[in-house]
C-alpha cells in the first residue's frame, strides 16, 4: 500500500529565526539560530479531509486557531534548523495522510463469555467466605 504525501507548498510556510534556549556559550545570545516553523492548516492548499484529521490531532503543535507552529533548535546552523523543522511537518502530515480504517464492531465468543463468568462466580465465592467465623 503506497501512502501519498502531498507536498506542502513553501509559500504556505513561515520561517521566522529566533534565539535559541540553554547552553551555546558565548554565541547563544548575539546568533539566531533556532527556527519557529508556522504553517496555517486552514489557509493551506491541502485536501480538505487531510485538514479536518489535522485539526483534529490532539498535538500541543497545534493552536486554537488552526496553526502548526514548530521549534526547531538542535542544530547549531540555521539551515539545519530550517530542514529539521520542515521535516518534523512533513512527518506530521504523513501520519494523517491515509484516513484511519473503520473499526468493525465484533462480539466476544461464547467460551470467553463463559469463562469470564466462571471466574467471576470464583471471586463472588472468595468473598462470600470472608465473613466472620461462627464458632
Known amino acids: 500500500m ?10 504556505e510556510v513561515e ?8 547552553a551555546g556559550g558565548q554565541n547563544v545570545n ?3 539560530n533556532a527556527i519557529h516553523l508556522r504553517f496555517d492548516i486552514r489557509a493551506s492548499s491541502l485536501p480538505e479531509p487531510m485538514k479536518e484529521r489535522l485539526l483534529e490531532l490532539n498535538d500541543q503543535r497545534i493552536t486554537r486557531e488552526g496553526v502548526i507552529v514548530i521549534k526547531a533548535q538542535a542544530h547549531r546552523s540555521q539551515e539545519k534548523n530550517k530542514e529539521d523543522a520542515m521535516q518534523r511537518l512533513l512527518e506530521m502530515v504523513a ?8 473499526r468493525r464492531a465484533t462480539k466476544p465468543t461464547r467460551g470467553s463469555q463463559q469463562r469470564r463468568l466462571d471466574k467471576k462466580a470464583v471471586r ?12
Open 2 to 11: 503506497s501512502r501519498h504525501i502531498p507536498v506542502i507548498d513553501a509559500s
Open 15 to 22: 520561517f521566522t529565526a529566533i534565539r535559541a534556549q540553554g
Open 30 to 32: 548575539k546568533v539566531s
Open 95 to 102: 501520519s494523517i495522510s491515509e484516513p484511519p480504517r473503520a
Open 124 to 135: 463472588g465465592q472468595v468473598k462470600a467466605m470472608r465473613g466472620k467465623v461462627v464458632g
